[in-house]
């Protein structure tokens, strides 16, 4: 088992930055792969960044050029730097965990809101 916690959300006005933490505990020795989600209501999920098992990392097009995603593996955890926030990108931020090559199993943090303002 993994979990995972997100922080870092908040409500900020547009071109503010914030950064969202994803911390795992338990079995994080079966995680491969590590990535954000975000969901605003009536919408699906998007994956916003990530990182894929052979540690490659992907950036939606929607958030390229303004959102970093980073990785502390001493510390199981998972960063993501937005700089330049802007209305559209109010969503609840989930992480997501993905164990084993390829994943067979995946775990979910409880989301962390960003509320940006205009």
């Known amino acids: 088992q993994v979990q995972l916690v997100e922080s870092g959300g908040g409500l900020v006005q547009a071109g503010d930055s914030l950064r969202l933490s994803c911390a795992a505990s338990?079995?994080?020795?079966?995680?491969?792969?590590m990535v954000w989600y975000r969901q605003t209501p009536g919408k699906e999920r998007e994956l916003v960044a990530g990182?894929?098992?052979?540690?490659?990392?992907y950036v939606a097009d929607s958030v390229k050029g303004r959102f970093t995603i980073a990785r502390d593996v001493a510390k199981n955890t998972m960063y993501l730097q937005m700089n330049s926030l802007k209305p559209e990108d109010t969503a609840v931020y989930y992480c997501?965990?993905?164990?084993?090559?390829?994943?067979?199993?995946?775990?979910w943090g409880q989301g962390t809101l960003v509320n940006v303002s205009e």
């Open positions: 338990g079995d994080t020795m079966c995680i491969s792969t």
């Open positions: 997501n965990a993905g164990c084993g090559v390829p994943p067979q199993y995946e775990y």
């Open positions: 990182f894929s098992t052979a540690n490659r990392i």
